[in-house]
């Protein structure tokens, strides 16, 4: 997954600044897998923030033009996905899809809503890449219709190992505006962490289960 680091630090900021990610190392969040984490991220927060938006917005554009030339179609992940991709299509005069998480159970049974023809060269838009499963999702429902994955952009990566390795698998190349490593490094330099939260955030990175497991044995 590739980064570019002035873009990456200042987006991370802007990420800290309006509190769509949050940082509480001593008072975990617990996501709906049940794991129990540091860091609690919603990226969706930043459409509500008209320049931050949209130097988001031109940022992923530039990283479509130097990544994977001009698309034919932009499609976005529901649900954070989609705005994003809307506001890129938009500033780039192309064509946009969403891909739903599941099919719809009723009418047409899309599992892509908008209109997509095969044979066409596609960038997938997503918010937050975790472990990567539901973004390849959509990826394979793309390929599935017959058309070519350029690749994926979103806004932040964990970073996951699990990750990394799916997306390779799946032969899909990533770039993100952001990613763990800037975030946390970003924090420190702006006091949002200090130097002891640091081990807990990286042991965290590393192995989410096992900081599950030593946080409740503290």
């Known amino acids: 997954m590739t980064s570019f ?14 509190k ?6 001593e008072n975990p969040f617990t996501w709906a897998s049940g794991w129990k984490s540091p860091i609690y991220c919603d990226n969706r927060k930043t459409l509500s923030y008209p320049a931050i938006r949209t130097y988001i917005r031109q940022e992923f554009v530039n990283a479509i033009n130097r990544d994977y030339a001009k698309p034919d179609v932009i499609a976005g992940v ?3 996905g989609i705005a ?3 506001l890129i299509a938009q500033e780039m005069g ?4 969403y ?4 099919a719809k159970k009723h009418g047409m049974t899309n599992l892509i809503e908008g209109d997509l ?15 990567g499963g539901s973004s390849l999702k959509a990826v394979e429902a793309i390929r599935e219709a017959g058309c070519v994955v350029r690749g994926m952009a979103a806004i932040f ?3 996951f190992d699990v990750a990394e390795k799916a997306f390779q698998k799946a032969d899909c190349k990533v770039i993100t505006l952001t990613n763990y490593n800037t975030l946390i490094n970003v924090a420190l330099d702006k006091g949002y962490i200090n130097e002891k939260d640091i081990e807990s955030l990286t042991a965290w990175r590393s192995g989410p289960d096992t900081w599950k497991q030593s946080s409740i044995l503290k």
């Open 94 to 97: 192309l064509p946009f899809v």
């Open 78 to 80: 529901a649900t954070g």
């Open 99 to 102: 891909v739903r998480s599941e």
């Open 117 to 131: 023809q095969k044979g066409q060269r596609v960038v997938v838009i997503e918010d937050l890449i975790s472990t």
């Open 20 to 25: 769509a990610i949050k940082l509480q190392p």
């Open 84 to 86: 994003q991709g809307a």
């Open 157 to 159: 990566t964990y970073g």
């Open 5 to 18: 680091d002035e873009t990456s630090y200042k987006v991370a900021e802007f990420l800290l600044q309006i």
